[in-house]
């Protein structure tokens, strides 16, 4: 073969070359950009935004912590995908967006010593958890198993907007507070209290009834943010 004969195939060959190059280096670049696109998608939020650190310390909840940083409590529940709010635990870290200092929550002015904070309104065991169905209907709050005839405390200060029957849950009594929040507390008897009263926190506002056929005896809880139930283990240390 010539090297006029050669020519053309070289050429063809150099051609073939430099567009397998070129190929390589557009391959090379996209992949770069999907790669850097993705490890950007992939960073977690809680990398993406401003905030802190806070360390769970013992009998915190995840809405004392989101009321001591003013920060909603389904935001801190979503940027930590967070599956069940009731299970935080001491030591755990928990995001809060949007802040740039950590606070001392059991000294913190927003919910320390001002009834800022829930309270157990009875000592007892949660026998019935919100959400479980109960005679076929959806629990809206937490029944907790106790004695009958024993205290029922005001969960928060506030005022009694409702004294007496009520379908569905016998006598109740609830409280309204200051910031869109109100507690229910049904199956009580002796009221301590009346319509209209100004009730501080832990103040006793009524005994807990008795139940007939020897059940044993409980109070039935609620806590509601503006008209929606909420689940009370979210909120009570």
Not at 29 to 39: D, E, M, N, T
Not at 51 to 80: F, Q, S
Not at 136 to 161: C, F, Y
Request: glycine share 10%; aromatic share 8%; proline share 4%.
């Amino acid at each position: 073969m010539t090297g006029n004969s050669l020519r053309p195939l070289l050429k063809n060959m150099k051609r073939v070359f430099l567009n397998l190059i070129i190929l390589i280096t557009m391959a090379t670049l996209i992949f770069g950009c999907v790669s850097y696109q993705s490890a950007v998608l992939n960073v977690p939020e809680t990398q993406k935004r401003a905030g802190i650190y806070h360390k769970v310390m013992p009998k915190e909840t995840l809405w004392r912590i989101a009321k001591a940083y003013d920060v909603p409590l389904d935001e801190i529940i979503r940027v930590n995908r967070i599956p069940d709010a009731t299970q935080i635990e001491k030591g755990q870290l928990i995001f809060v967006p949007g802040v740039s200092q950590t606070l001392d929550i059991g000294s913190s002015s927003s919910t320390a010593n001002k009834g800022g904070y829930f309270i157990w309104p009875v000592k007892g065991n949660v026998v019935c958890y919100y959400g479980e169905r109960v005679s076929g209907r959806e629990n809206k709050g937490i029944d907790i198993q106790t004695s009958s005839g024993q205290d029922i405390l005001a969960s928060r200060s506030g005022k009694v907007t409702f004294l007496g029957e009520l379908k569905g849950y016998g006598k109740t009594i609830i409280i309204e507070h200051n910031d869109g929040f109100s507690t229910v507390y049904a199956n009580i008897a002796e009221p301590q209290t009346k319509l209209n009263s100004n009730i501080s926190q832990g103040a006793t506002i009524a005994k807990v009834g008795k139940l007939d056929k020897g059940r044993q005896s409980f109070l039935h809880f609620e806590i509601r943010k503006g008209y929606s139930s909420q689940n009370p283990i979210f909120y009570l240390p």
